[in-house]
Structures are given as C-alpha cells and as structure tokens.
C-alpha cells in the first residue's frame, strides 16, 4: 500500500497538499457561483432619460393663480406653480428629504410635502420641517400657448 | 381498531422513534410563577405565523405581481372572489397582531432577563426573527400597489439611501432600480413570498430548538426564592395555549368581518403624496422620528443622524446578552433601562404620530 511506503512526513505533505487543493477548489467554486449571482441581483442600468426640456400640454391660462400641477419632466414627477402674483415657476416635485412626492397648498400659498409635513417656499426653498435641501428649479418659458420648461444648467 | 392504531403507532415509531418524541414532550416543564403570562407569546406569534402561511399560500392563487395587475388582482379578489375578503383581510389583521405579540414576547424576555447565558443564540435568533418579521411587514405593504404603499416604499427604501457611500447602492439594490416601479413590486414579491419564507424556516428552527433545549427560563427575582413551581407543557400547558389561539382566532375573525382590508386608491408615480399619509403602526415611532429632527443638526442631515440612531438602537438590542454578563447579588441596571426607555419612547411617538395634526 501507498501508506506503507511513505515516511510519516511525506505523508503530512500529502495531506497538506489535499487540504490546500480542497480549500482552494472551494473557494473557487463559491466564488464563481456568488460573483455571478451578487452582478444578478444588482438591476442593469437604464438609460436615463435626458430630458433637458419638456413642452406642457398645459395652455398658460388655463392655470389659475394660486395652483400648481404635477407634470412629467422625463421620468420624473415636476411640479408647476402660478403664484399668487402669476407667475410661472417650476420646481422638482420629488422632496429632498425621503423623495415623497410634493404638493401645492393653495391655503398656505406653499408648497407643501405630506410625507414629513416639510415646507418649501415658491422659491423652492426649505423653510420648515425635515427637508435639508431646496428643491431644485427649473426655467419657465410661456410661448403663446405653450409651457416649455428646461433644466437650468 | 384499537388494533389497527397500535400497529400504524409501532410501525412509525420504528421508522422516526415516536417513543423518544413521546418521552421529550413529557419532560418539558414550563415554570409557575407570576411572570408565567408572559410565556404565551412566543407561542402566540408562531401561531400567527402559521395563519400567515397558510392565508398568504391562499392569496397567492390569485395574486399578480406586477405593476399593471397588481392592483386590479386584489381588486378582483376582494370583489369577486368568494371569501377572498375575508382571506385578505384575515392575512392583513394577522400581520398587524403577529407583530403586536412578538413585541409583547420581545419586551417580555427582555426585562424578565431570559437572554442570559446560556441562551445568547435563543435571543440572537429572536432578534433575527423580529427583524424578518418586519422584513415581512415592509415587503408585503407594497404588494397591493395602491398609494399608500408606494409612498411608504419611496420612503421607506430611502431611509439606507442616506447612509453615506453605500447608501445609493443599497437604494438600487432595494428597489431594483433607481424609482419605486414596477421591478420593485416585481423585487418585494420574490422577497416577501420566498427569500423571507426560506430563511424564517431556518432561524425559526434554531429559535425553537433552542428553546427546547434550553427550556423555559426564569427570571433571576423567581429563581432566588428558592424551590420552584412547574406545571408540564403537555397537555397542561399547551391546552392553555389553545385557549389563547382560539381567542386570538375569534378576535381575527372579529376584526377582518367589521373592519376589512382597504385597498385604497391605485399608485400613480405622477401624484402627489395625500395629505395625512402614514405608514404601519409598528414603523409609527421611526416615521415620528423622521418627521421631528430637523433638516440639519450640527451639520449633519437630520435624517442621517436618524437612521444612524436607529441603527445603534438595534445593536444594542442584539448585543444585550453580551452587555448583560454580570450574573448573580448585582445585575447590571442596563437591560432594565434600556428596554424601559425604549418601549416608552415607541409608545410615546406612536402616540404623536396619531394626534399631532398632520398639516401644519
Ligand atoms: S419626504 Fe418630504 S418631508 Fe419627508
């Protein structure tokens, strides 16, 4: 037999040299098997909607001061105010605290987040609760009878 | 007869040793005391746990997961379906009941010290048990697809978003892309009905076997005034248990006849979040949080400070047995507090998050 004819120390050799072999062939294994599964599970990027403007189908008049709208700005939920005074202005509409979605509050000629209660004013800007961070603005242009709304770069 | 079942009993017995089983059961002795309420609500929330198995394999037959259907499909099954609101509803109170009594067992054990050597892995496995019930909880809110749910998963799948460097990551990974949509629906499904069914299977098993062989504990006070009382778990233990089941089954039954599962309005990503929006009762406290830290503290956004703390709330929570050695004339004060503190905080918030007015 094999055993017979090998020194107590050649023996221990092979024995290292299995462990070595098993481990190693182990390890390679899980590692082939969780690094596929681990790229799986993270989701493939889709293309980003560049949208850098968008036109409204929302005719200027048809706005009533004091309001504000949701629209799509992409992928993404925008919001359109006219303020008390008229004005047009255009606003992200997801918040900067968890990403809920904003509202406009006519009673409080504010724009207003439900989730958290966060308040933000027609310059975007956060003045009370939560939010951290003002909501990004966008520029409105009214052509005639269009909105066209852009990010502002 | 009496023949035919003597046989069937020696023939099984061969084949899985019902003898030993027989004799294991009669060994266990549950403790008599003045805690020993508190020892039915483990029992309580597997119980619960079973009616979630069973209504949840039942919704499945019916169920769609996908954003275009998901609603619609409970709709039709809440509509159309024989019983299929009483099967819906009974999932849904269950839920709520199942987590109501595992923070009963949880702040139980807790201050009655059970988690003390040796059963550093019975707490472990409680505390994994908590967190995929939970897990549960926050998966299977979304699947409806209605309003409500999706503002809850925005925010919720936002809370790891603000940790630093891994947060947008951890975010994508959650919802399976970079907005709640319809992979995230696609993503909880999977998770809900069989990533989190797999491993409440194992951790549920090491819990039980634990238990079971560790026995019941008592607490440190109980042990110290000597000779003890016990009544055996079978029959006498467990016919009380089934008194507590059927109860909780009428009460269920109560519950999901008179007030039966909303559904709500459909989710529409192009819609603002409704006024009064709120999560869970059992999110109740951590929302409450969310909602009073300010935007900044120190520099640092509110919100991550927040999610920091309850993050270490939930170490401290795991490490208690490890925190707790000191055995013996002078326990350490800290479970005590730690556990009074934050069962009195969750209270307190849960209760602001239902009276303070939602719109100022
Ligand atoms: S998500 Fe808007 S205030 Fe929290």
Redesign the pocket.
């Known amino acids: 037999m094999a055993n017979d004819v090998l020194s107590p120390g050649e023996n221990r050799a092979r024995r290292d040299f299995l462990n070595w072999f098993l481990g190693t062939a182990a390890g390679a294994f899980a590692a082939s098997v969780l690094y596929p599964v681990s790229r799986y599970l993270v989701p493939p990027k889709v293309e980003e909607s560049t949208a850098h403007t968008v036109t409204l189908s929302i005719k200027p008049q048809e706005l009533k001061p004091n309001s504000g709208q949701i629209f799509r700005f992409g992928s993404q939920p925008a919001i359109l105010v006219k303020t008390p005074a008229g004005e047009l202005k255009a606003f992200s509409a997801v ?6 979605i ?1 509202q406009y509050r006519s009673d409080i000629s504010h724009i207003w ?6 308040h933000f004013d027609l310059n975007g800007k956060n003045i009370e ?3 951290p961070k003002p909501l990004e603005e966008y520029a409105v242009n009214a052509k005639g009878d269009q909105i066209v709304v852009s990010k502002r770069s | 007869m009496e023949r035919a079942r003597e046989r069937l009993w020696r023939w099984l017995d061969e084949r899985i040793g019902l003898e030993d089983l027989a004799r294991l059961a009669k060994k266990k002795e549950v403790p008599v005391h003045r805690h020993t309420v508190w020892y039915y609500f483990g029992g309580m929330t597997l119980f619960l746990f079973a009616i979630q198995v069973v209504t949840g394999i039942l919704l499945l037959l019916y169920y769609r997961p996908s954003a275009n259907e998901a609603f619609e499909s409970i709709q039709f099954l809440m509509t159309e379906v024989e019983f299929g609101w009483l099967v819906r509803s009974i999932h849904a109170w269950s839920a709520n009941l199942m987590v109501f009594s595992m923070f009963i067992h949880l702040f139980s054990t807790l201050l009655l010290r059970a988690y003390r050597a040796p059963r550093e892995i019975t707490w472990l496995s409680g505390s994994g048990l908590l967190g995929l019930t939970l897990a549960f909880g926050f998966t299977g809110y979304l699947l409806p697809w209605n309003e409500l749910a999706f503002f809850a998963t ?2 919720g799948t ?1 809370i790891p978003g603000v940790l630093p460097l891994v947060g947008p990551f951890l975010r994508r990974l959650l919802r399976g892309g970079d907005d709640v949509t319809g992979a995230t629906l696609t993503r909880f499904y999977g998770i809900h009905v069989a990533v989190l069914p797999a491993l409440t299977t194992v951790v549920l098993a090491v819990h039980l076997f634990m238990v079971q062989k560790h026995g019941m504990s008592s607490p440190p006070g109980v042990e110290r005034e000597g000779p003890k009382r016990s009544m055996p778990f079978f029959p006498n233990f467990l016919l009380r248990d089934l008194v507590g089941w059927l109860s909780a089954l009428a009460v269920l039954a109560a519950l999901a006849a008179y007030f039966p599962a909303e559904l709500g309005k459909k989710a529409d990503p192009f819609q603002p ?1 409704p006024a009064g929006i709120k999560p869970e009762w059992y999110f109740m406290a951590m929302f409450q949080t ?2 009073l830290l300010p935007g900044h503290i120190l520099g640092i956004e509110g ?1 991550l400070l927040g999610v920091l703390g309850f993050g270490v709330v939930g170490l401290l929570l795991i490490a208690l047995p490890f925190l707790d050695t000191r055995a013996g004339e002078r326990p350490s004060r800290f479970p005590a507090v730690f556990g009074i503190t934050l069962l009195v905080y969750m209270v307190v918030l849960t209760f602001l998050g239902y009276t303070m007015s939602p719109t100022k």
Do not use: D, S
Request: aromatic share 0%.
């Open positions: 918040c900067t605290h968890l990403a809920c904003v987040c439900a989730c958290h209660n966060g609760g939560p939010p | 925005r925010v936002e979040a969310l909602k919100e």
